[in-house]
């Protein structure tokens, strides 16, 4: 069964000591308004239940959400167990406050979608309806 025979389910997390999450719930609801499986971890998680949850959880995308400033490291921690619990197939994408100057950096890492605040819902849950397969 492909993507778009079955619901698209997304694992929605809030990484490291990020307390701000009121935008990470607006775009779940967005999601799930769009149709999505949306599975949201709630605060404070570490790189290590992000990649558990997704492996268990079998998703579609794995999505972020940070507005404290620590989206890079907690990105290169998270890559590797993601990698070794053989995510690399999904869809990884960010969205938050996150830098122009930092971009580059989070696609190398392999967040092939980063969202900016400021970005519109519609555009979040076209891009990851186009992209998953």
Not at 43 to 58: F, K, S, V
Not at 104 to 130: H, Q
Request: aromatic share 6%; glycine share 10%; with cysteine.
């Amino acid at each position: 069964m492909t993507a778009s025979q079955r619901r698209i389910k997304i694992l929605l997390g809030k990484p490291g000591l990020d307390g701000h999450d009121q935008g990470a719930k607006v775009v779940a609801r967005a999601m799930m308004d769009a149709g999505f499986e949306v599975i949201y971890t709630g605060l404070r998680q570490t790189p290590e239940q992000i990649a558990r949850i997704a492996l268990e959880e079998d998703v579609d995308v794995i999505s972020l959400s940070s507005m404290a400033g620590s989206h890079l490291p907690f990105c290169r921690k998270l890559k590797p167990l993601l990698e070794a619990s053989g995510l690399n197939d999904k869809l990884w994408v960010i969205g938050g406050n996150l830098p122009a100057q930092d971009h580059d950096a989070l696609r190398e890492l392999g967040f092939k979608g980063i969202f900016p605040s400021g970005s519109k819902l519609d555009a979040i849950c076209d891009y990851i309806r186009k992209e998953v397969k």
